[in-house]
């Protein structure tokens, strides 16, 4: 396989849609295809030399892309409110998570009290697979800070759900706070 | 007993299942244009290993979505514009108007009307790109300096945090299927604390991100032959759509409203968790008012901010280059910066601002330049 387009259409095939569905979870369709398609023409534009395995890097132009599209009005964004969008009523009422069972609006609010980079730092390791490796290439951060961060978002959503579990009388959760420019990624 | 072990079973409980359809739905969609593009574009390996990510505000891709024509108010559209000639050089500078939006008319509704009647008296003009010449201050972090197909296995990666901001400016030219970007022009780094820049020169001085990529200092320039669009959220309106937006603040308001009740993610479209519509206005304001609406539309959108409850105003602020103008809130702590003099649109600033003071830091744009020119690559 000679021809570099095939060969690159090989990587296309393969990780547009872990793209995607990443971008999906940060913006609107029509967008997230863009940023999606922007992604790779910019993957072929290095091509062959992006990173092996390519996926976290594909993930880093597409989180660098949302981010700065976001900040055309420079906001922050209501991952929640996404994931929340997104989820149909097939979706289910509950969660099961082996010996818990919580209802999904109260697991959706006990998110919704994390911050940005919790939510992120949790979706990247559940939802798209990565591993800490992984995922501390795509917000560029060391693997250990990632090791942390994620150790802490997971201590962090436990005590969320717990406390929900004991009270579910509980109100809507606090929303999100801005990542500092100190710990803000690539 | 309801017992949890692993809160990462939860999260992956969470996972929409539209996550899927939505993904496989845009590969096949999106498959073929996708590749032709870049077969269009050829193939020349990067040699510089700089990463040409930009990701503005305005570039978007040739995907339809709103249109004038579907808002049903195409034929609404104004009668065709005068064509004037091009600006000569640079275009109107700020502040060169008389004055006639005092900052003294305290009520923003006040100010906003005044700045109506002195953008009503701007120059129309027209040309084949629209141009626009911008400094933004991001935050930023140190990059990975690691391996690649064809590098060395044995050549290691490694990243840093720090509290870096980053400024750089850029120019961009667009038209209806034609763009050109320059990207990191002047690009200056600063440190949150003197204890941030010491952690980062004891790490060997790491390369931070750029618009052109981990350790760039040089600009970058990409051309581009799509359809790029000005919009906010599901609502994008191409060159010549923005061109056709009315000119009155009754249609313009029909018309966002329109596109407001038809925007499926309004928090996502705006960044607020339960936004208003003065909020996706505003938004839409930053978009529009340094972008190729027409004179009469930028008119209108004024008078029709002018009517939205929850805006406030702060007066006297000092943009980094030094201009001053009068900000306009959104309610919710974003800025318009509007020079008085000329009711162009100086500065979007993403934090709260304090009368009488300098706007700096983490999500200040400034918008230096803007006019038409008939030439890529080259400034009104």
Redesign the interface.
């Known amino acids: 396989m000679d021809d570099?387009?095939e060969r690159?259409?090989g990587v296309?095939?393969t990780y547009?849609?872990?793209v995607?569905?990443y971008a999906?979870?940060?913006?609107?369709?029509?967008?997230?295809?863009?940023?999606?398609?922007?992604?790779?023409?910019?993957a072929?534009?290095?091509?062959?030399?992006?990173?092996?395995p390519p996926l976290p890097w594909l993930l880093g132009?597409a989180r660098?892309?949302?981010?700065?599209?976001?900040?055309?009005?420079?906001?922050?964004?209501?991952l929640t409110?996404?994931?929340a969008?997104?989820?149909?009523r097939?979706?289910g009422f509950v969660?099961?998570?082996?010996?818990?069972?919580?209802e999904?609006a109260a697991?959706?609010d006990?998110?919704a009290s994390l911050s940005e980079h919790d939510v992120e730092a949790?979706?990247l390791?559940?939802?798209h697979g990565l591993n800490p490796a992984q995922a501390?290439?795509v917000v560029?951060?060391?693997?250990r800070?990632f090791t942390v961060r994620l150790s802490r978002a997971?201590q962090r959503?436990?005590k969320a759900?717990?406390s929900a579990?004991h009270d579910p009388a509980q109100g809507r959760a606090a929303?999100f706070r801005s990542?500092?420019?100190?710990?803000?990624?690539? | 007993?309801?017992?949890?072990?692993?809160?990462?079973?939860?999260?992956?409980?969470?996972?929409?299942?539209?996550?899927?359809s939505?993904?496989?739905d845009?590969?096949r969609?999106?498959?073929h244009?996708?590749?032709a593009?870049?077969?269009a574009?050829g193939?020349?390996?990067?040699t510089d290993?700089s990463?040409?990510?930009?990701?503005?505000?305005?570039?978007?891709?040739a995907?339809p979505?709103w249109s004038l024509a579907a808002v049903g108010l195409a034929a609404a559209a104004a009668a065709a514009v005068a064509v004037a000639a091009l600006p000569a050089g640079h275009p109107a500078p700020v502040g060169g108007h008389p004055p006639a939006a005092s900052p003294s008319a305290v009520t923003a509704s006040g100010f906003l009307l005044t700045s109506a009647e002195v953008a009503a008296r701007s120059s129309e003009a027209a040309g084949t790109y629209w141009y626009v010449k911008e400094r933004?201050y991001?935050?930023?972090?140190?990059?990975?300096v690691?391996?690649?197909?064809?590098e060395s296995k044995n050549k290691k990666?490694?990243?840093?945090?720090?509290?870096?901001?980053y400024a750089s400016t850029e120019e961009s030219w667009t038209g209806q299927r034609r763009a050109r970007t320059i990207v990191n022009e002047d690009p200056v780094f600063t440190f949150?604390s003197e204890a941030?820049k010491a952690r980062w020169e004891s790490a060997g001085r790491p390369p931070l991100?750029t618009a052109a990529g981990?350790g760039v200092t040089k600009p970058v320039t990409s051309d581009y032959t799509m359809t790029f669009r000005w919009g906010?959220?599901?609502g994008?309106l191409t060159l010549a759509e923005v061109r056709k937006l009315p000119t009155t603040a009754a249609k313009l308001h029909k018309v966002f409203l329109l596109m407001w009740n038809r925007e499926?993610?309004k928090?996502?479209?705006?960044?607020?968790?339960n936004p208003t519509f003065t909020q996706y206005l505003v938004?839409w304001a930053?978009?529009l008012l340094d972008g190729p609406a027409r004179v009469g539309t930028k008119a209108a959108l004024y008078r029709l901010l002018a009517e939205q409850p929850g805006i406030n105003l702060v007066r006297d602020l000092t943009d980094p280059l030094g201009r001053t103008g009068v900000g306009i809130g959104d309610g919710a702590g974003?800025y318009l910066i509007i020079d008085p003099g000329s009711a162009q649109l100086i500065d979007?600033?993403?934090?709260p601002v304090q009368p009488d003071s300098t706007v700096r830091g983490?999500?200040v744009?400034e918008y230096i330049a803007s006019g038409w020119t008939n030439h890529l690559g080259v400034a009104p």
């Open positions: 570099p387009l690159f259409a296309y095939d547009y849609r872990n995607l569905r999906l979870q940060h913006a609107e369709q029509g967008t997230a295809e863009d940023v999606a398609s922007e992604t790779f023409l910019i072929w534009r290095r091509f062959p030399a992006i990173p092996e132009v660098n892309m949302l981010r700065k599209q976001a900040g055309a009005v420079q906001r922050r964004r209501a409110d996404r994931i969008a997104l989820t149909a097939a979706d969660v099961d998570a082996g010996d818990f069972v919580v999904r697991a959706l006990a998110l949790l979706t390791v559940t939802w501390a290439e560029g951060c060391s693997v800070a997971r959503l436990t759900l717990q579990d929303p990542p500092s420019p100190s710990t803000m990624g690539k | 007993m309801n017992t949890l072990d692993d809160p990462l079973k939860v999260v992956s409980g969470l996972e929409p299942a539209a996550l899927n939505l993904a496989e845009g590969y969609r999106n498959r244009d996708d590749l593009m870049m077969a574009e193939h020349s390996p990067a290993g990463h040409r990510a930009r990701a503005a505000q305005r570039w978007m891709f995907k979505r933004h991001d935050g930023t972090a140190a990059a990975k690691g391996k690649s197909v064809g990666g490694s990243y840093k945090d720090f509290g870096a901001m949150a941030d991100m981990p906010v959220g599901s994008q499926p993610d928090a996502g479209a705006v960044g607020l968790k938004a930053a978009q974003d979007y600033v993403a934090h983490v999500g744009s």
